[in-house]
């Protein structure tokens, strides 16, 4: 097949690292596909780039003939994640070529903030009626007015948007089972779930780890936000004076001088100080090593906003003893390969399995080993690859027959008809006839 695939490809992009694996499986397998970068133009993550696989166009060299140059193709993907810059053309270009999305995060509410302020006139919470009804509104106005992060940080997760970014689109695959029952309500598209493919390459050749001659390591990987749970961790190790001797507490990512200072101010004002160090951004040679000189990774999130954790597949497959959390993509991991920190006991999990780690490491290096043998079968790029083309023919066959549906659908809208009348129940029994179970 002849593939065009919109995405993010700059060094720093995880997207762009996804894409580079399975773009290179699709190849492999003998497709044809040229990769479309999606960041806006003038996003600062042009100035770098991942390796030219294969054809590499900028989607703003096509935008004003977008229609006929991807005329060509016989299907486009679209990845899509919460970050306007990264995805703008996504959302535009779909709007008038529509293709499948590889949707990366559970909610997009950053996304249709900044989407509003580019490009459309109506406020946020205009849209957020739109998307989620009345209880979204009255749920976001309670949660601002009582503090002002509230809402992003814990009671957005429970009214995702999703329908503004895709309401064109034909198909939708999801990277955990957790939200596709909620694309496929919103969307009323086909939905497939395929467990992220993320690079393992590095990681496999990591060396085991080793029982630490002092102190132990545990390591969180990523931007230093909220729901990282970085906070927690540093609060469970301030209250034991066994756990704060034992451990040193390591982050590597992106964090900005306030919450390096607030983190600091915690590591040394509980119960107990915190040996705890943020190395802000690193390339990939020094996350390399610290990953390396690491007992255990950290992949903690309260509330779930991303599809797939990367970090935690790059954990597994680095064969770290891996915390992780109790919900979204986290909970399709086999309970038997990770140590599992439940939301609301995060503090006494916390403690409690880092103790377990550290008692008896050599129990959790051989749980590791078995959950890098489980990470990177599952998460190959050539995994996904082959999993997505049978989509991808489904998606094609499909769509002639959707597009029938909707424009009765539209025509019965535009008519005013209620969804119980007979008029509604025979065009229904009419598709199904024609094509099989269709739902309307």
């Known amino acids: 097949m002849k593939l065009a695939w919109y995405t993010p490809y700059s060094q720093r992009s995880a997207i762009g690292l996804f894409s580079k694996e399975v773009v290179t499986a699709l190849l492999e397998l003998g497709h044809d596909v040229t990769i ?36 060509r193709f016989d299907c486009v993907l679209y990845n899509v994640g919460n970050h306007y810059q990264n995805h703008s053309y996504c959302l535009s270009h779909q709007e008038k ?38 209880e979204a509104v009255t749920c976001y106005k309670d949660a601002s007015d009582d503090l002002e992060n509230k809402w992003f940080m814990s009671r957005a997760a429970d009214h995702p948007v999703l329908r503004f970014a895709m309401q064109s689109t034909l198909g939708v695959v999801t990277h955990a089972e957790f939200y596709s029952a909620v694309c496929r309500s919103q969307l009323q598209c086909p939905v497939k779930s395929i467990p992220l493919a993320y690079c393992c390459t590095y990681e496999k050749q990591i060396a085991l780890p080793q029982p630490p001659d002092s102190r132990f390591v545990l390591l969180t990987i990523g931007d230093v936000n909220a729901n990282k749970r970085c906070e927690a961790v540093i609060t469970a190790l301030s209250e034991s004076g066994d756990l704060s001797s034992r451990w040193q507490y390591r982050i590597v990512g992106n964090v900005s001088k306030a919450q390096e200072e607030k983190l600091l101010k915690l590591a040394r004002n509980g119960k107990y100080p915190v040996d705890v160090i943020l190395l802000g951004k690193v390339d990939d040679t020094t996350l390399q090593h610290e990953i390396k000189n690491s007992h255990a990774i950290a992949c903690l999130r309260f509330p779930i906003i991303e599809g797939a954790s990367a970090s935690v597949i790059v954990s597994l497959a680095s064969a770290r003893p891996t915390l992780v959390s109790d919900g979204g993509s986290f909970a399709e991991i086999p309970e038997k390969l990770v140590y599992r920190v439940r939301q609301h006991t995060e503090n006494a999990d916390i403690q409690r399995q880092l103790t377990n780690i550290a008692m008896d490491y050599r129990s959790a290096v051989t749980r590791s080993l078995n959950a890098r043998n489980w990470a990177t079968q599952r998460h190959s790029g050539m995994q996904y690859a082959k999993s997505l083309i049978p989509f991808i023919a489904e998606v094609i066959n499909s769509s002639p027959i959707l597009k029938l549906v909707d424009s009765a659908a539209t025509h019965l809208a535009n008519w005013h008809c209620s969804p119980d009348i007979p008029t509604v129940y025979q065009v229904e029994a009419e598709t199904t006839c024609l094509f099989g179970n269709v739902e309307v």
């Not at 003038?42 to 006929?68: H, L």
């Not at 909610?107 to 009345?134: F, K």
Request: hydrophobic letters at 40%; charged letters at 20%.
């Open 36 to 71: 479309v970068r999606s960041e806006s133009a003038d996003s600062a993550a042009w100035k770098t780039s991942r390796d030219a696989i294969c054809e590499i166009i900028s989607a703003a060299s096509i935008n004003p003939n977008v229609d006929d140059y991807l005329s």
């Open 97 to 134: 070529v529509p293709g499948i999305t590889l949707l990366h995060d559970y909610i997009l509410h950053n996304l249709l903030i900044e989407w509003l302020t580019q490009s459309r006139s109506h406020s946020y919470l205009d849209a957020l009626m739109t998307e989620s009804g009345r």
